[in-house]
């Protein structure tokens, strides 16, 4: 995985929040749980522009529901993560992690 | 309970969104929505549906510009690109289809606006007058030639209270120069008007006050009133000027007011620095004798009073005249009638007025041709790509996508041309404000009409999208089949189509012919006045304006016995003696070849002094124009004697032996034959005729030939006076040299204005010149216009046809025989075109009647050669096509099949 591939924070947000929700991640609980998460209100037009570009890296995988009358008989697009997102995760956690070594939360070197 | 989202922003973003991602998207909010409804209330959740909206906008267009987004071939937004990227190839692609269109729609809207323009500028708009409608010009008629009024029936006009609210009059605008140091300062417009001008155009000095009519006698006429711009020229806006003194030549005035802004009269004039009061001594109403003065040179203007027709003005002109003929019938030896006309009309003039008419007439019929055309091109167009659009339908392009194709590339098209056409518009009004004739009104006020700039290319983009939607419409419907089959080869449903297309070429040529003719008419004219011989040879020749100071005293009178010498005042004496001084001056200059002097009947001036002309027996006091010259005059002119001598050098001095030139005309009149070589007439007391020389025309080509007498100038007095030169190169360089040696010799004289008499000419034949050359080019637009039509049609029918021409050719038919019969075709639309043109040419022709010098509007011969232009190009432009068809390979046509 070369460096350009590697994930941003939003989109690590993203793929997060897929996970925590499991079966039920749809637009508008990735919105809820990052918001929750972080207090990010997060625009929909952003979301979707990130995640269909997570689909097109292999990232994610997205189905389409079946219409639902709450939604005005609009369909669900649910997002699920493939290997590749499991790793890149895997890959930006590793990085991030890393990068802390040797820190302390508030920013002290533990050794040198 | 059921909240909808904002239906703006919902759409927006529907719009916006790739249609992908639009289905889920709006899902999600509708759900949050709705929730938000619930917990927040409606408002909350309104604006915040917003803000998703607002804030989703940027990251969803971002996402979708990138290139290589998945999304991106989905978006209205880049099929807009796309579509104008398909535009633009599609045009370059049919180079000559787009270019003809661009012209076409370019010269549209350029022509049509810079002509409507300067027609707007001189015709239609008012004038800035208040109430403008009620003010009138009272013009005299007299021998059937508008002149103005004399002061005495001006004065009557102004007594009589009935219909008018306020009369006044003026002199024509003249100029005087401020008494300053510096002598090269410009001389100023002045024109002298009376009192109540100002309550008749309803105008209010902006500071100070007008005149009153105690201001119109001699002992208090010193005053003045200056304009804006002179004011704050010379006096930087100061108010305290009112009550200063005002030096100019010929007195002190004080200055008593300021006119507003843009205030100027007369209104047909360049803009005056400064109005004085006019005078109106009480013998100006009749001279010694009791005579009635018919000295018509008042311009009357006056406000109707509100409750008063034109008419009504009209019959109580009439009344008042009659009245005045009664009392005087002595005063109307041949007759006059006063008339009331608009003051527009009387500014612009009627003939102006339909000379600019008939502009616009011929623009529009310009423009009609192009529309036609253009229409005609894009069906053309349309039926080759109906094949195009019906291949794409085949192919799932949705009946939208297809229109909408259509009309980017239409309004591109449009976009384009109307660009060029602006461009066009603004330099052809600076174009044509240099080729109207001087003095026409409001000319310095023509400039690009922005309002109708806009109204055309307004125009010209609605066209182009209604002509845009007609092929979109009929060629997207879905009938693919028939489309496809159609295009393939030539069908039978083309048939209307053809049938069409050849009616508009008839209608192109029924439009061109008439501009063709007036064409034809307009140059046959011009050359007629070209080909007048003016008399003299005016290339080459400076006239310089050097009018005497004289000091005033009575006019001389004209002697009852004809044959006794005119009384020459010593004044007047010496100016003809300053006058041959500088002549002979100006002739030791480098660069002049000669030189003379001139007092009135300078060529091309229209300016002359009428004098009478007694032969014992033949005739008394006969109409005679007289000039008096110097010796060197006839030469300086190239006017070529004929017979006998000019005046010697002993003659032209004062106390000179009495001699006279007469001219060809004034033999013709007056001798009948008998030899006027030493005969003694009585022309400003008794002469011996010496001489005879050619015939001159005062006024320019479109002038008579007159009798005229040449008498010698020293031996008489001037009251007016040129100074001519003939120069070997450009004459203007002289002027320096020449202003200078007229303040040597006589330093009070006034420097008048120093002109090339072939400019001068260029003014006289000004409007025939335009006239000309815009006739000359509507007639050329519309040929080629209407030959280009034809030329399209005739192509399009040999595309349809090679297969068929390709079959008879292999079955022996020769070339020979098809182009014939194309050219068959053909004929009888040309034909039918032609005839109907020449029509309506006719019975337009008199509309221009009265703009044509010895051509009449009906002339056989303009029309019959017009008529051979047409058909021949019509017949070139069916050659070009027909020969192609004509080579066609029998192998190629029947292998296409």
Redesign the interface.
């Given at each position: 995985m070369t460096a350009q591939d590697a994930l941003g924070e939003f989109e690590q947000a993203l793929l997060l929040a897929i996970v925590h929700l499991g079966e039920g991640a749809?637009?508008?609980a990735i919105?809820q749980e990052i918001e929750h998460r972080t207090g990010r209100d997060i625009?929909?037009?952003?979301l979707?522009?990130s995640l269909?570009?997570l689909e097109?890296k292999g990232y994610v995988r997205a189905t389409?529901s079946d219409p639902t009358p709450?939604?005005?008989g609009?369909?669900?697009?649910y997002f699920t993560l493939r290997p590749s997102g499991v790793a890149a995760l895997k890959q930006a956690r590793v990085r991030h992690d890393r990068m802390w070594a040797g820190l302390s939360p508030d920013l002290r070197r533990t050794r040198s | 309970m059921n909240v909808k989202p904002p239906a703006l922003a919902k759409a927006w973003?529907a719009w916006i969104?790739p249609s992908a991602?639009r289905?889920?998207?709006?899902?999600?909010?509708?759900?949050?929505f709705?929730s938000r409804v619930s917990r927040d209330g409606e408002r909350a959740a309104r604006r915040w549906y917003w803000r998703?909206?607002r804030?989703?906008?940027?990251?969803?267009l971002?996402?979708r510009l990138r290139p290589g987004s998945?999304?991106s071939s989905r978006s209205p937004l880049i099929g807009a690109r796309r579509d104008l990227r398909d535009a633009v190839r599609t045009l370059r692609a049919a180079p000559s289809f787009t270019l003809v269109a661009v012209a076409i729609l370019a010269f549209a809207t350029g022509a049509g606006t810079a002509i409507y323009s300067v027609v707007d500028a001189v015709v239609f708009r008012g004038l800035p007058l208040a109430h403008a409608d009620r003010l009138v010009a009272i013009e005299g008629l007299s021998n059937g030639e508008l002149s103005g009024s004399a002061p005495l029936d001006f004065l009557a006009w102004r007594a009589d209270q009935t219909v008018f609210d306020a009369v006044a009059t003026s002199f024509d605008p003249t100029s005087v120069a401020r008494e300053t140091a510096d002598r090269q300062a410009r001389r100023l417009r002045v024109t002298a008007v009376t009192a109540d001008l100002f309550r008749v155009l309803g105008v209010q000095p902006q500071i100070g006050r007008v005149f009153t009519r105690d201001n119109e006698i001699e002992a208090n006429r010193h005053v003045v009133l200056l304009s804006d711009t002179f004011w704050r020229e010379q006096f930087g806006a100061d108010p305290s000027v009112i009550g200063h003194a005002l030096h100019l030549e010929g007195g002190v005035r004080e200055i008593v007011g300021v006119m507003p802004p843009g205030f100027t009269y007369p209104l047909d004039a360049p803009p005056m620095d400064l109005w004085v009061p006019m005078v109106l001594n009480a013998d100006d109403r009749s001279d010694r004798n009791g005579n009635r003065l018919m000295d018509s040179s008042l311009r009357v203007i006056a406000r109707l009073k509100s409750t008063v027709t034109l008419a009504q003005a009209q019959s109580r002109l009439t009344q008042l005249a009659a009245v005045e003929a009664r009392e005087h019938p002595e005063w109307f030896p041949r007759g006059g009638t006063d008339t009331a006309v608009p003051l527009k009309t009387a500014i612009v003039g009627p003939v102006i007025r339909v000379w600019m008419l008939v502009l616009l007439g011929a623009v529009g019929c310009v423009l009609l041709i192009a529309c036609v055309n253009l229409a005609n091109l894009f069906l053309a167009r349309a039926t080759v790509r109906a094949h195009e659009l019906g291949i794409r339908a085949a192919l799932g392009a949705s009946r939208w996508q297809l229109a909408r194709g259509l009309l980017v590339e239409t309004l591109l098209l449009a976009a384009i041309g109307t660009g060029c056409g602006v461009v066009i518009a603004f330099v052809s009004v600076n174009g044509l404000r240099a080729l109207l004739p001087p003095g026409l009104f409001r000319a310095d006020s023509i400039a690009v009409n922005v309002r109708v700039l806009l109204a055309s290319v307004g125009a010209a983009l609605t066209t182009g999208m209604a002509i845009g939607v007609a092929p979109a419409i009929t060629g997207t419907r879905a009938h693919v089949t028939e489309a496809l089959r159609e295009g393939g080869r030539g069908g039978t449903s083309s048939v209307g189509r053809q049938r069409l297309r050849t009616g508009l070429v008839i209608a192109e040529l029924t439009l061109a012919v008439p501009l063709v003719v007036g064409a034809g008419l307009f140059l046959f004219s011009f050359a007629h006045l070209m080909a007048i011989d003016v008399g003299v040879d005016y290339h080459h020749v400076l006239a310089l304006d050097v009018t005497p100071k004289l000091t005033p005293g009575p006019r001389p009178l004209r002697p009852k016995d004809p044959m006794a010498s005119l009384t020459v005042s010593p004044d007047q004496a010496r100016a003809a003696a300053d006058l041959a001084e500088m002549a002979d001056r100006a002739r030791a200059l480098p660069g002049v070849m000669s030189a003379a002097a001139i007092d009135a009947g300078l060529p091309l001036s229209g300016m002359e002094f009428s004098g009478g002309f007694t032969l014992p027996g033949v005739a008394e006091d006969a109409p005679i124009r007289i000039s008096h010259v110097t010796r060197e005059y006839p030469m300086t002119l190239r006017l070529p004697l004929l017979r006998g001598r000019l005046f010697s050098p002993a003659e032209d001095r004062a106390g000179g032996a009495p001699v006279v030139l007469l001219n060809v005309a004034a033999v013709e009149r007056f001798f009948q034959g008998r030899n006027p070589l030493g005969a003694a007439v009585g022309i400003q007391g008794g002469r011996t005729v010496i001489g005879i020389v050619g015939n001159m025309r005062v006024g320019g080509p479109e002038s008579s030939v007159r009798p005229e007498a040449y008498l010698p100038m020293g031996s008489a007095g001037i009251r007016y006076g040129y100074l001519v030169v003939r120069t070997a190169e450009r004459p203007l360089a002289l002027r320096g040299p020449l202003s200078a040696i007229v303040s040597a010799v006589a330093p009070d004289a006034k420097p008048g204005s120093i002109e090339s008499l072939d400019e001068t000419f260029s003014h006289l034949i000004a409007e025939r010149r335009l006239s000309m050359l815009l006739f000359a080019l509507f007639g050329v637009l519309a040929m080629a216009i209407a030959a280009v039509g034809v030329y399209g049609v005739v192509s399009y029918l040999v595309e349809q046809r090679t297969k068929e021409i390709g079959v008879r050719m292999a079955l022996g038919a020769t070339p020979g025989r098809i182009l014939k019969e194309l050219l068959g075709h053909f004929a009888w639309v040309l034909g039918a075109g032609v005839t109907l043109g020449l029509l309506a040419a006719w019975s337009l022709a008199r509309f221009i009647a009265a703009f044509l010098f010895e051509v009449p509007a009906h002339a056989v011969g303009v029309y019959a050669a017009v008529s051979t232009v047409v058909v021949l190009s019509g017949l070139f432009a069916t050659l070009l096509p027909a020969r192609r068809a004509a080579k066609v390979d029998p192998l190629v046509a029947l292998r296409a099949e």
């Amino acid at each position: 995985m070369t460096a350009q591939d590697a994930l941003g924070e939003f989109e690590q947000a993203l793929l997060l929040a897929i996970v925590h929700l499991g079966e039920g991640a749809y637009g508008v609980a990735i919105r809820q749980e990052i918001e929750h998460r972080t207090g990010r209100d997060i625009a929909v037009g952003a979301l979707y522009t990130s995640l269909g570009r997570l689909e097109r890296k292999g990232y994610v995988r997205a189905t389409t529901s079946d219409p639902t009358p709450d939604r005005g008989g609009r369909s669900k697009r649910y997002f699920t993560l493939r290997p590749s997102g499991v790793a890149a995760l895997k890959q930006a956690r590793v990085r991030h992690d890393r990068m802390w070594a040797g820190l302390s939360p508030d920013l002290r070197r533990t050794r040198s | 309970m059921n909240v909808k989202p904002p239906a703006l922003a919902k759409a927006w973003l529907a719009w916006i969104v790739p249609s992908a991602d639009r289905e889920v998207l709006l899902g999600d909010l509708a759900e949050e929505f709705a929730s938000r409804v619930s917990r927040d209330g409606e408002r909350a959740a309104r604006r915040w549906y917003w803000r998703q909206v607002r804030r989703s906008t940027a990251p969803t267009l971002v996402e979708r510009l990138r290139p290589g987004s998945r999304s991106s071939s989905r978006s209205p937004l880049i099929g807009a690109r796309r579509d104008l990227r398909d535009a633009v190839r599609t045009l370059r692609a049919a180079p000559s289809f787009t270019l003809v269109a661009v012209a076409i729609l370019a010269f549209a809207t350029g022509a049509g606006t810079a002509i409507y323009s300067v027609v707007d500028a001189v015709v239609f708009r008012g004038l800035p007058l208040a109430h403008a409608d009620r003010l009138v010009a009272i013009e005299g008629l007299s021998n059937g030639e508008l002149s103005g009024s004399a002061p005495l029936d001006f004065l009557a006009w102004r007594a009589d209270q009935t219909v008018f609210d306020a009369v006044a009059t003026s002199f024509d605008p003249t100029s005087v120069a401020r008494e300053t140091a510096d002598r090269q300062a410009r001389r100023l417009r002045v024109t002298a008007v009376t009192a109540d001008l100002f309550r008749v155009l309803g105008v209010q000095p902006q500071i100070g006050r007008v005149f009153t009519r105690d201001n119109e006698i001699e002992a208090n006429r010193h005053v003045v009133l200056l304009s804006d711009t002179f004011w704050r020229e010379q006096f930087g806006a100061d108010p305290s000027v009112i009550g200063h003194a005002l030096h100019l030549e010929g007195g002190v005035r004080e200055i008593v007011g300021v006119m507003p802004p843009g205030f100027t009269y007369p209104l047909d004039a360049p803009p005056m620095d400064l109005w004085v009061p006019m005078v109106l001594n009480a013998d100006d109403r009749s001279d010694r004798n009791g005579n009635r003065l018919m000295d018509s040179s008042l311009r009357v203007i006056a406000r109707l009073k509100s409750t008063v027709t034109l008419a009504q003005a009209q019959s109580r002109l009439t009344q008042l005249a009659a009245v005045e003929a009664r009392e005087h019938p002595e005063w109307f030896p041949r007759g006059g009638t006063d008339t009331a006309v608009p003051l527009k009309t009387a500014i612009v003039g009627p003939v102006i007025r339909v000379w600019m008419l008939v502009l616009l007439g011929a623009v529009g019929c310009v423009l009609l041709i192009a529309c036609v055309n253009l229409a005609n091109l894009f069906l053309a167009r349309a039926t080759v790509r109906a094949h195009e659009l019906g291949i794409r339908a085949a192919l799932g392009a949705s009946r939208w996508q297809l229109a909408r194709g259509l009309l980017v590339e239409t309004l591109l098209l449009a976009a384009i041309g109307t660009g060029c056409g602006v461009v066009i518009a603004f330099v052809s009004v600076n174009g044509l404000r240099a080729l109207l004739p001087p003095g026409l009104f409001r000319a310095d006020s023509i400039a690009v009409n922005v309002r109708v700039l806009l109204a055309s290319v307004g125009a010209a983009l609605t066209t182009g999208m209604a002509i845009g939607v007609a092929p979109a419409i009929t060629g997207t419907r879905a009938h693919v089949t028939e489309a496809l089959r159609e295009g393939g080869r030539g069908g039978t449903s083309s048939v209307g189509r053809q049938r069409l297309r050849t009616g508009l070429v008839i209608a192109e040529l029924t439009l061109a012919v008439p501009l063709v003719v007036g064409a034809g008419l307009f140059l046959f004219s011009f050359a007629h006045l070209m080909a007048i011989d003016v008399g003299v040879d005016y290339h080459h020749v400076l006239a310089l304006d050097v009018t005497p100071k004289l000091t005033p005293g009575p006019r001389p009178l004209r002697p009852k016995d004809p044959m006794a010498s005119l009384t020459v005042s010593p004044d007047q004496a010496r100016a003809a003696a300053d006058l041959a001084e500088m002549a002979d001056r100006a002739r030791a200059l480098p660069g002049v070849m000669s030189a003379a002097a001139i007092d009135a009947g300078l060529p091309l001036s229209g300016m002359e002094f009428s004098g009478g002309f007694t032969l014992p027996g033949v005739a008394e006091d006969a109409p005679i124009r007289i000039s008096h010259v110097t010796r060197e005059y006839p030469m300086t002119l190239r006017l070529p004697l004929l017979r006998g001598r000019l005046f010697s050098p002993a003659e032209d001095r004062a106390g000179g032996a009495p001699v006279v030139l007469l001219n060809v005309a004034a033999v013709e009149r007056f001798f009948q034959g008998r030899n006027p070589l030493g005969a003694a007439v009585g022309i400003q007391g008794g002469r011996t005729v010496i001489g005879i020389v050619g015939n001159m025309r005062v006024g320019g080509p479109e002038s008579s030939v007159r009798p005229e007498a040449y008498l010698p100038m020293g031996s008489a007095g001037i009251r007016y006076g040129y100074l001519v030169v003939r120069t070997a190169e450009r004459p203007l360089a002289l002027r320096g040299p020449l202003s200078a040696i007229v303040s040597a010799v006589a330093p009070d004289a006034k420097p008048g204005s120093i002109e090339s008499l072939d400019e001068t000419f260029s003014h006289l034949i000004a409007e025939r010149r335009l006239s000309m050359l815009l006739f000359a080019l509507f007639g050329v637009l519309a040929m080629a216009i209407a030959a280009v039509g034809v030329y399209g049609v005739v192509s399009y029918l040999v595309e349809q046809r090679t297969k068929e021409i390709g079959v008879r050719m292999a079955l022996g038919a020769t070339p020979g025989r098809i182009l014939k019969e194309l050219l068959g075709h053909f004929a009888w639309v040309l034909g039918a075109g032609v005839t109907l043109g020449l029509l309506a040419a006719w019975s337009l022709a008199r509309f221009i009647a009265a703009f044509l010098f010895e051509v009449p509007a009906h002339a056989v011969g303009v029309y019959a050669a017009v008529s051979t232009v047409v058909v021949l190009s019509g017949l070139f432009a069916t050659l070009l096509p027909a020969r192609r068809a004509a080579k066609v390979d029998p192998l190629v046509a029947l292998r296409a099949e």
